[in-house]
């Protein structure tokens, strides 16, 4: 007889590989934040840059990272219907494209660098260093796009247990590397101070692409040989990537005008902003492990079309978030007045970062929902209808409440009231349709 729910051990043995792969990368960026906003020399200046640049990292990477969603949905449905062989070719055609769109992402941006954060409000020293930082970390564009991809076919056969293996392996050389190169060695290496951290960045992501192509090739049915004939799944694939970058861009809009806004107010408050971000976004992919485990049980059980253990599973994966997200914020309210003094020691900036920080703690539970049923739409494949969740999110809540609080001069609590409001939209939005389309199919 066939088991009418996805069981708790299936459900945790994608989602606690995947929290641990998940918060590799925010790690980085923290650590990254960490060591640079404690070194001696204009440590202020410096950790605004690094919260600047990161910021436009992470629009970057998470835009053209959305064929790791998109593999991982194709591949997912395929496993479910037992028809894995039908897209063998797509694979390496998949990862072509996402190092071919990297390399043109790096050259573009290179060359228009003091433009791009100059749209930030960044100048002068904050300018200078975020340029340095920029030119460096850029670097890692292939290796971070190439890896993700290959992320996304793990995921797609299951396992998610390779890329945290992978992730906690770049994350631990990226923390030894930092601390060196950033303050140096005396009499071995010298300082280097914020370029030291981004030669550690790069240095971690390609540790990560070597791990995730051995495991691509010894692990999974797939290969590198590409053919000139286009897979049939590859148009599919790129109007799903296509329908997710756009969903990416606006996501990112709204946290280029929160990063905007901030740099505008002054320095202090742009780096006790980028705090605030890099641990919003490491809360996030904390929780975005059950999110992981949705998407890649989803994509199976529509496949398999058991629309019942679907619904279940959307039950089961954000009972279990809230969970995570509680426990988050009890201990950051337990140690609410140290966690900014890991980051910073400027009293100026953790008075700002202190007076807002419970906003982003009392988001949490929200985000677990948004994030839950996001992720279960993308192995579902429904990339239009999350596009057009995120536009409306963005473009009719993000940005007139923060236009509306900010001319209060409501300043760094406008821009948390605003992501309040955006992820209060994105949740409630696709509960309402997963409810409407997939309940009903029962």
């Not at 996501?251 to 929160?258: C, D, G």
């Not at 988001?363 to 995120?390: C, H, S, T, W």
Request: hydrophobic share 55%; net charge positive.
């Amino acid at each position: 007889m066939e088991k009418t729910k996805v069981s708790f051990k299936e459900i945790n043995k994608l989602a606690i590989p995947a929290i641990i792969a998940g918060i590799a990368e925010p790690l980085i960026s923290l650590t990254d934040i960490a060591i640079i906003g404690n070194v001696k020399e204009n440590p202020v200046e410096a950790l605004a840059a690094a919260g600047v640049v990161g910021s436009f990292l992470s629009a970057i990477i998470w835009i053209l990272a959305q064929t790791k969603t998109a593999i991982s949905a194709i591949v997912s449905q395929h496993l479910g219907s037992n028809r894995i062989n039908a897209i063998k070719t797509l694979i390496p055609q998949a990862l072509a494209f996402n190092f071919i769109l990297s390399i043109i992402i790096y050259i573009t941006t290179t060359l228009l660098v003091e433009e791009i954060f100059r749209l930030y409000n960044a100048e002068g020293l904050l300018l200078e260093y975020a340029t340095d930082y920029y030119v460096i970390r850029a670097v890692g564009y292939p290796l971070t796009l190439v890896t993700f991809a290959i992320f996304g076919i793990f995921r797609g056969l299951q396992n998610t247990l390779w890329a945290m293996k992978c992730s906690l392996t770049g994350a631990f050389v990226n923390v030894i590397l930092d601390y060196i190169l950033v303050y140096g060695i005396d009499g071995i290496i010298p300082q280097m101070h914020i370029k030291g951290a981004a030669y550690a960045s790069v240095i971690a992501q390609l540790v990560m692409f070597i791990m995730a192509l051995y495991f691509f090739y010894t692990k999974t049915p797939f290969g590198l040989s590409l053919r000139f004939k286009i897979n049939p799944q590859m148009k599919r694939l790129l109007g799903l990537s296509l329908n997710l970058f756009v969903r990416a861009a606006s996501l990112n809009f709204a946290i280029y005008l929160a990063n905007a806004y901030a740099t505008g107010y002054g320095d202090t408050y742009i780096a006790a902003q980028s705090i605030l971000m890099n641990l919003w976004l490491f809360f996030s992919f904390f929780i975005d492990g059950y999110a992981s485990a949705g998407n890649a049980i989803s994509g199976k059980l529509l496949g398999a079309k058991q629309y019942k253990k679907l619904w279940l599973l959307s039950l089961d994966i954000s009972k279990y978030a809230i969970i995570i997200s509680l426990i988050l914020m009890g201990i950051c309210a337990v140690f609410y007045n140290q966690i900014g003094l890991l980051f910073n020691k400027e009293e100026t900036v953790l008075v700002l970062f202190s007076s807002v920080f419970w906003m982003v703690l009392l988001m949490q539970p929200i985000n677990a929902i948004a994030f839950m049923f996001d992720g279960i739409f993308k192995g579902l494949g429904e990339a239009a209808y999350l596009r057009n969740v995120l536009l409306a999110a963005t473009f009719l809540g993000f940005a007139p409440t923060l236009l509306l609080f900010d001319s209060i001069g409501w300043k760094l609590h406008a821009i948390w009231i605003a992501f309040f409001v955006w992820m209060l939209i994105r949740g409630i939005s696709l509960v309402v349709k997963f409810k409407r389309k997939y309940v009903n199919a029962i």
